[in-house]
């Protein structure tokens, strides 16, 4: 039987009249990693302040490993690791002396701290700079370190708010190895995030939160089963055409298919059931447009998102490049 680490039960979160997070009903399975995908201003960081006791819950049940601690969430944090979108680590400490510091808070004993900061130092490779001001630090060492921190106590579960937003992209390759090797070796993973192909990468289950509810949660396999169902063709064309007349000519030749232009020389063609290539050429053909591409796409998870929620990846986009600078 599984165990449930996390439960949530009608979780409700309001600001005055403003409704944040709205009504969420989901769980959280041991040893896996679940991602919560959803814009900025989605409800993401304000339903983790819940979970680790930063904001209380309007209504609703929060539950750890069986236990309702919705009233006493404080109570929790011993099995709970946290890792905030922004540094809570101490700029005039070194690497080891924020790592203990973090440790003696659970009350560890100063020589299993020190032996497990050492450790930590060590497996996500900041040994050398364990003893260097934890203001000198790049991005990426700073969200190890803070990872680091976050599971110096051994928490049943880690709350990660964005663990690679802000950083380079070789930092945010290291990071998404050590969230992955986390896990291999046992620690169960919440992680909210705005990238769609770094959920796709890491995590077991994905919910999609836009507006505080949830759209819609499932694995990787089941988001993506009703997508595949849809059938697309992208086609590239030597030189840009009038897409507005094409698209005229092509609704009424093939009023089964959906026609998508996606650049002036680059068009999809997609339907809800098998499609035959020549027919489509033939029509191009007739119209003097020479086809330089027509490749079979399957649909990504982006297109899964964007379909359920009605969010344009755009403005996901937009946001990445936002949180970037």
Excluded: W
């Excluded at 601690?69 to 809570?88: C, F, L, R």
């Excluded at 002396?97 to 900061?117: T, W």
């Amino acid at each position: 039987m599984e165990s449930i680490i996390l439960e949530v039960q009608n979780l409700t979160k309001k600001f005055d009249e403003f409704l944040a997070v709205n009504s969420l009903n989901f769980s959280v399975i041991k040893n896996e990693i679940f991602g919560f995908l959803g814009p900025n201003g989605a409800g993401k960081t304000t339903t983790i302040n819940m979970f680790t006791g930063l904001a209380r819950p309007t209504s609703g049940s929060l539950f750890f490993f069986g236990k309702n601690y919705t009233a006493h969430i404080k109570k929790a944090q011993e099995m709970i690791g946290i890792v905030p979108d922004e540094s809570n680590l101490y700029e005039e400490m070194d690497g080891f002396e924020n790592l203990c510091f973090c440790a003696s808070l659970y009350g560890i004993r100063k020589a299993e701290r020190e032996h497990r900061a050492n450790d930590l130092l060590r497996q996500f490779d900041l040994a050398e700079a364990g003893k260097k001001l934890y203001k000198s630090y790049s991005k990426g060492m700073k969200r190890k370190l803070t990872i680091a921190a976050g599971i110096i106590h051994q928490p049943g579960i880690l709350f990660l708010d964005e663990p690679t937003t802000g950083i380079d992209v070789a930092s945010a390759r290291q990071i998404r190895a050590l969230i992955k090797n986390l896990n291999e070796k046992g620690t169960t993973i919440f992680m909210t995030t705005h990238y769609i192909e770094e959920a796709e990468r890491l995590c077991d289950r994905i919910a999609f939160i836009a507006k505080g509810k949830i759209i819609k949660i499932g694995s990787i396999d089941e988001l993506m089963e009703e997508a595949q169902k849809e059938r697309i063709i992208q086609f590239s064309f030597d030189g840009t055409v009038q897409i507005n007349k094409l698209e005229q000519d092509f609704n009424r030749q093939f009023s089964q298919c959906h026609f998508i232009s996606i650049t002036d020389s680059l068009f999809q063609v997609r339907s809800a059931t098998a499609m035959d290539l020549m027919p489509f050429m033939s029509f191009f053909n007739s119209r003097g447009i020479k086809v330089m591409e027509a490749k079979i796409i399957k649909p990504s998870l982006e297109e899964v998102f964007v379909k359920i929620t009605g969010i344009e990846r755009d403005v996901m986009k937009k946001e990445k490049e936002g949180k970037k600078k």
